[in-house]
């Protein structure tokens, strides 16, 4: 599975903007970016992916480099309930059989009330 | 109306016994997933299920058997408990292995 690489923690102040990074230098052609956050004491939560052209949700926004060898997960402007680990992960398309996300060791962000 | 649902939420056991975890999804997935975070925090693949086929098994001992008699349903066995095996185990559905999984609360054992 390629690796993805995250700073271990980040802090942010709240009601600002948050950009977390991620670098995934051997991605593949067909892997697509997966971000998921597990707040605390609760199960991993979906955020958002992409592939290619940036994308935006209810939850957030995902800027992916033009050589797709990083990415950043923006939270637009954080509050206290989006204090959790994140995680960026790399799901292949092309690899039937074994369909699953491999989740590395995040990024701890702390919101600063 | 919980999408992902385990139970229990806590089991607390002694070594050598044999206890269950069960787990429903009721979002019409078809792939179901067990996954172990450990007292480090990794979180880690087990076992992933397609219409209720295993079609993932990472290396895990023989004591841990998964059943899904249903495509809502895939529940872990585990036999023979042991001190290492004390962690927090989240079930997990997708539809088609690609689209974004949906995890449940977790369920957090305890060997003594």
């Known amino acids: ?113 | 109306d919980t999408a992902v649902s385990q139970t229990p939420k806590y089991l607390v056991t002694q070594m050598g016994n044999d206890k269950s975890i069960k787990c429903e999804q009721n979002l019409g997935h078809d792939t179901m997933y067990w996954y172990k975070q450990d007292s480090k925090k990794f979180l880690k693949i087990m076992f992933s299920y397609n219409n209720k086929e295993l079609i993932i098994n990472e290396t895990v001992p023989n004591r841990f058997s998964p059943k899904s008699p249903d495509k809502a349903h895939l529940n872990l066995h585990i036999n023979s408990l042991e001190l290492g095996d004390s962690a927090v185990y989240f079930c997990a559905s997708s539809l088609g292995g690609r689209t974004e999984a949906f995890f449940g609360q977790g369920t957090r054992l305890t060997v003594v």
């Open chain 1, 1 to 113: 599975d390629a690796k993805t690489t995250q700073p271990n923690s980040m802090e942010s102040n709240e009601e600002e903007p948050v950009h977390l990074p991620c670098n995934h230098s051997t991605i593949s052609g067909t892997d697509y970016i997966h971000w998921y956050r597990q707040l605390p004491s609760q199960g991993p939560e979906y955020v958002i992916h992409g592939l290619t052209s940036n994308v935006n949700n209810r939850m957030a926004s995902l800027a992916i480099a033009e050589d797709r060898k990083s990415s950043t997960l923006i939270l637009h402007r954080a509050t206290l309930r989006d204090a959790a680990v994140y995680y960026c992960i790399l799901r292949p398309t092309l690899n039937f059989g074994n369909e699953k996300l491999t989740f590395g060791t995040g990024t701890r962000l702390t919101i600063i009330p």
